[in-house]
């Protein structure tokens, strides 16, 4: 699957394999960046500014990768998810949401059918969209990371109960 995990945009004019080469390595070290970022600034409590920074190291990024990789690939991915935890740690539901919405078609390509990685986006979805107001989404969500769990974890897992309490209860 390493080829679908680093796909290319598909255009008239396709970048090069030195273009795709330079991405890759730009897309490593930006990943790197984010990571000691954000290591540093845990340690420091992170501040609204400080947050506003990270979200906008994302933000650049995916702006600047995008125009080489497809959604789909795991550097894009990487991205998106750091940008949804910082939207998460701000309470931007909305934002959040946003990169999870982009997150999840790629992860039910890229994992298998019963990953545990793509229940638990699902599960992240589903609380969003609760949050957010939007029942039907949400419920929905919050089955499908269900049907996940119930095949990796068992029908009787705590998980699995804790996830049906919360649909009983909106």
């Given at each position: 699957?390493d080829k679908?995990?680093?796909?290319?945009?598909?255009?008239?004019?396709?970048?090069?394999?030195?273009?795709?080469?330079?991405?890759?390595?730009?897309?490593?070290?930006?990943?790197?960046?984010f990571?000691?970022?954000?290591?540093?600034?845990?340690i420091?409590?992170l501040?609204?500014t400080?947050l506003?920074e990270?979200?906008?190291?994302?933000?650049?990024?995916l702006?600047?990768?995008g125009?080489?990789?497809?959604?789909?690939?795991?550097?894009?991915?990487?991205?998106r998810?750091?940008a949804?935890?910082?939207?998460?740690?701000?309470?931007?539901?909305?934002g959040?949401?946003?990169?999870?919405?982009k997150?999840?078609?790629?992860?039910?390509?890229?994992?298998?059918?019963?990953?545990?990685?793509?229940?638990?986006?699902?599960?992240?979805?589903?609380?969003?969209?609760?949050?957010l107001?939007?029942?039907?989404?949400g419920?929905?969500?919050?089955k499908?990371?269900?049907?996940?769990?119930?095949?990796?974890?068992?029908?009787?897992?705590?998980?699995i109960s804790?996830?049906?309490?919360e649909l009983?209860?909106?």
């Amino acid at each position: 699957q390493d080829k679908a995990k680093l796909e290319i945009c598909k255009l008239n004019d396709p970048p090069s394999a030195e273009t795709i080469k330079d991405m890759i390595k730009y897309a490593r070290n930006v990943i790197e960046e984010f990571r000691r970022a954000k290591h540093y600034k845990y340690i420091l409590c992170l501040t609204l500014t400080s947050l506003v920074e990270l979200l906008e190291i994302c933000e650049l990024s995916l702006d600047k990768m995008g125009a080489v990789f497809e959604d789909s690939n795991v550097y894009m991915l990487h991205m998106r998810y750091q940008a949804m935890g910082v939207c998460l740690y701000v309470q931007d539901w909305e934002g959040a949401l946003c990169y999870g919405q982009k997150i999840i078609r790629p992860y039910s390509k890229h994992y298998p059918s019963y990953s545990l990685n793509v229940a638990s986006m699902w599960l992240k979805l589903g609380r969003l969209y609760m949050a957010l107001k939007n029942r039907t989404a949400g419920v929905k969500a919050l089955k499908r990371a269900i049907a996940i769990m119930e095949v990796a974890h068992g029908k009787d897992h705590p998980y699995i109960s804790e996830i049906k309490k919360e649909l009983e209860d909106h």
